[in-house]
């Protein structure tokens, strides 16, 4: 069993910069893959950035330059460092935890809030 908890999320003004935090705990395998996910009012569910415990990151084209994920695999932690935030960022971004097509979990999903 594996569990997700998120931290970091709030509000923000625009242009302003905040820092996901989603710690996995449990029976952890080594090789997996960690990342976040985001679903905005009205929106389909979308991929923000995920990075492989061998450090291989894929990023959705539109966030590069303003989202960076990293990992700390000692502490089965991954991170999401947002900034230059715009309104548009507004989402409930979820931590997604994959280990191949065998177990994917999610996330409570933790709120992010652009506006001034």
């Known amino acids: 069993q594996v569990q997700l908890v998120e931290s970091g999320g709030g509000l923000v003004q625009p242009g302003g910069s905040l820092r996901l935090s989603c710690a996995a705990s449990?029976?952890?395998?080594?090789?997996?893959?960690m990342g976040w996910y985001r679903q905005a009012p009205g929106k389909q569910h979308e991929l923000v950035a995920a990075m492989t415990s061998g450090g291989t990151t894929n990023y959705a084209e539109s966030l590069k330059g303003r989202f960076t994920i990293s990992r700390d695999n000692a502490k089965n932690t991954v991170y999401l460092q947002m900034n230059s935030l715009i309104p548009e960022d507004t989402a409930v971004y979820y931590c997604?935890?994959?280990?191949?097509?065998?177990?994917?979990?999610w996330g409570q999903g933790t709120q992010v809030t652009v506006s001034s």
């Open positions: 449990g029976s952890i395998f080594s090789r997996n893959s």
């Open positions: 997604n935890y994959r280990v191949g097509r065998v177990v994917e979990l």
